[in-house]
């Protein structure tokens, strides 16, 4: 049996900046300090943190959509990965987060737990987008947007 995982994640930038971010292996060695590799190119295989993160781009839409099949190192399988982007009014934009066929133990046979793999995307990739790109996370709580 598998699990699945929604979020979202709003930045005070378009999503233009976020999708290069999350897909130019440059910026992927910046923010994560580690070596990565990352081609923009549907059916290439990426990694990042040391191969510890690793998968293959299904498909990449340019500033609206990534999916991929991603996985930890240490899972017997591959998740679906999917993230949309979206504009936001004030030249900001929201990114849609949906993980499914997550598998519920890892090699281990340890529990692979949800929030933890929600608490690394937002401490490991956002908040590093964040730290060392100059892309300020938006925190509000205040907007009503619930789309999802």
């Known amino acids: ?9 709003k930045f005070r930038v378009p999503p ?3 999708y290069e971010a999350l897909t130019n292996q440059d910026m992927m060695i910046k923010y994560t300090q580690t070596p990565a590799v990352f081609e923009k190119t549907n059916g290439s295989n990426f990694f990042m943190y040391d191969k510890n993160i690793q998968g293959v781009n299904v498909e990449l839409q340019e500033n609206n959509k990534i999916v991929q099949k991603w996985k930890f ?12 982007f979206k504009e936001r009014a004030g030249n900001e934009s929201t ?3 949906h993980m499914k066929n997550i598998p519920k133990e890892d090699n281990t046979k340890r529990g692979i737990e949800l929030k933890v793999i929600e608490n690394g995307w937002h401490g490991q ?3 590093k987008i964040n730290d060392f790109c100059g892309y300020p996370i938006n925190a509000d709580k205040t907007d009503s947007e619930d789309d999802d």
Not at 1 to 9: R, T, Y
Request: glycine letters at 0%.
């Open 125 to 127: 990739i956002f908040k």
């Open 16 to 18: 233009n900046i976020i």
């Open 1 to 9: 049996m598998s699990q699945e995982l929604k979020f979202k994640v």
């Open 95 to 97: 990114i849609f987060m």
């Open 73 to 84: 190192s240490s899972w017997p399988d591959y998740a679906e990965l999917t993230m949309v």
